[in-house]
């Protein structure tokens, strides 16, 4: 037989007496020779490396495996040569599937059983519970997975240009937000506490516009297909309004609601509105301004933010909003399926509210204004989060972010001097 010799028919005694699954194994054979060792690819390279990881350096959840199974008869040589043939399945189907960790190693080991339901039946032989072969896969996907995400060459862009100042007087963070390629809408509450504009287009910026308008919080906004801006900010008594911008500045409405901090807003692709506050009572409120114009109610979503929240789809449907929790770390709940998850912690040391932005699908960048009033980064690249990086610079503003290209990053935020400070990744 060509490719690698794991001597399986030496190597397993006893063998359970169903002589399809030997057959099996000498077919499992062939194909994972074909699609991990064949010679001299990149393919072959990354899954090796991978390999060495896994199995050679014994991680030890992959070691506990190797012990469980032998509980039930089964030789380090069939564990051995049956994680191998999942760390292949994982990685050649990794991109398949988005969603969390968990969705991830869920649909892939589905995948598994539906496509290589043989894997599963050579345990069988063996007496080994399904749930005890479901949790031995389940974390050879997730070791995978986690091991892939370190490998993805474009999650991470890493030329980040020097720091630019822009003079003005703002006394709020900025809100900036993406209008078409190489354009950036950018808003700010001013000395009067009125809400200030400007926009780049083409690499030049224009001018700060007093619109004259009275807000009490930071903005946020979107823009709808119809190319009007919607703005949203607190008023007076806490009150959420909306403006827009159509070609004049226009006051449209104030929502009463418990709310204490300034908004995050998201545009879903059924061309609703949604708009995240900190509640009163440190919950995060929800409520959603409809295509036609009415208003839902406002929804408790729970969590405790100690920060305004900042909201990003990476799929025009799914919304995943974060926040600063109590211990200053970072928290996040997700939208997706007609239900929201659970709240998540995922670690960090915050000094701001976060701001999140999208660049690809199943990407997100977060950032946030770190300990020594840094700009700090962390990022989901599909797979996995990334640890926080320094970006430097010095804030005295949550950062505002956005992408309005898969390897372009636009930040900006309040510096010293009240001026507006920006960097750009490209």
Known sequence: MSGLDLNISRSLVPFPSHHVYFMDLIQAESYFADTVYHPVTEHFKSIRSLEDRLIENKASEITDIYSTLEKYGVKYSLSRFL???????????????????????????????????????????????????????????????????????????????????????????????????????VLSRGNCRHLYYKFMENGIWNHWEDTGISITSAPSAVITEDNILHVFALGNSNSLLHIEKTGNWDLCEAVSGDIISAPAVHKSSDSNIHIFCRGWNNNLMHIIRFGDGSWSN?????????????????????????????????????????????????????TSSPCSSSRAYNRIDIFARGRENQLIWKLWNGVSWSSWKDIGGYLTSRPSSVSWGPDRIDVLARGINNELIYICNK
């Open 298 to 350: 406002w929804e408790d979503l729970g969590g405790e933010l100690t920060s305004a929240p900042s909201v990003v789809s990476w799929d025009g449907s799914r919304m995943d909003v974060f926040a600063r929790g109590v211990n200053n770390s970072l928290i996040h709940i997700s939208f997706s399926n007609n239900s929201w998850s659970p709240w998540k912690n995922l670690d960090g040391y915050l």
């Open 83 to 185: 994680i191998k043939l999942v760390v292949s399945f994982t990685i050649k189907n990794s991109r398949k599937h988005p969603g969390t960790l968990e969705d991830r190693i869920n649909f892939l080991f589905s995948d598994l059983k539906n496509t290589s339901q043989w894997v599963a039946d050579v345990l069988n032989g063996y007496n080994v519970p399904e749930a005890v072969t479901e949790d031995a896969y389940k974390k050879v996907i997730k070791h995978t997975l986690e091991a892939c995400s370190n490998n993805l060459a474009s999650s991470e862009p890493s030329d980040w240009s020097t720091w630019e100042i822009f003079t003005g007087a703002m006394t709020s963070a900025p809100l900036v937000c993406c209008s078409g390629r190489n354009r950036l809408e």
